[in-house]
């Protein structure tokens, strides 16, 4: 018997309570931190009005969803041996795992950021990766490079 590939959490999310959002209720739960989830929510929702002070033209949960988009690789590199030898074999990314690598790679360079409050770097970082731009996007970048570079070897992928 394999080992299923999905979990229930998709299933229990429960929209968090500003927004009614499941991507916001997972963005948090993936920020979180020794379980002290009301903190996170603090610095989420700070954030969040940071960026509605910042941005005029657009609601900040369009903001965030649209940063979330921007963030999410099409393509990916896996090793792959091949006869004794391993090779970096681009591939095309399921959605869930587009989501994941986006939320982990905006955290990781929200984490990243030292010297002011983490709501502040979040929103920082929230708004660089809303016009394209950040140390997420720099992620995103370097693994579409990445892919690129080794399509040679796209042939292996099947």
Not at 70 to 76: A, M, Q, S, T
């Amino acid at each position: 018997m394999g080992r299923k590939k999905y979990t229930a959490s998709t299933k229990q999310l429960s929209p968090d309570p500003r927004y009614n959002s499941k991507l916001v209720s997972k963005f948090i739960n993936c920020f979180m931190l020794d379980g002290k989830k009301s903190v996170i929510q603090g610095v989420f929702y700070d954030a969040m009005d940071i960026i509605a002070k910042k941005v005029k033209d657009a609601e900040p949960l369009e903001v965030f969803e649209k940063c979330i988009d921007n963030v999410k690789p099409l393509i990916e590199v896996r090793s792959k041996r091949v006869g004794g030898t391993n090779y970096q074999v681009p591939m095309q990314v399921s959605a869930k795992r587009r989501l994941s690598l986006a939320i982990r790679w905006i955290r990781d360079a929200v984490r990243s950021g030292k010297g002011q409050p983490t709501s502040v770097r979040l929103a920082n970082e929230l708004l660089a990766a809303y016009k394209g731009e950040g140390s997420a996007m720099n992620t995103r970048e370097n693994v579409h490079r990445m892919a690129d570079a080794n399509k040679a070897f796209a042939h292996f992928a099947w």
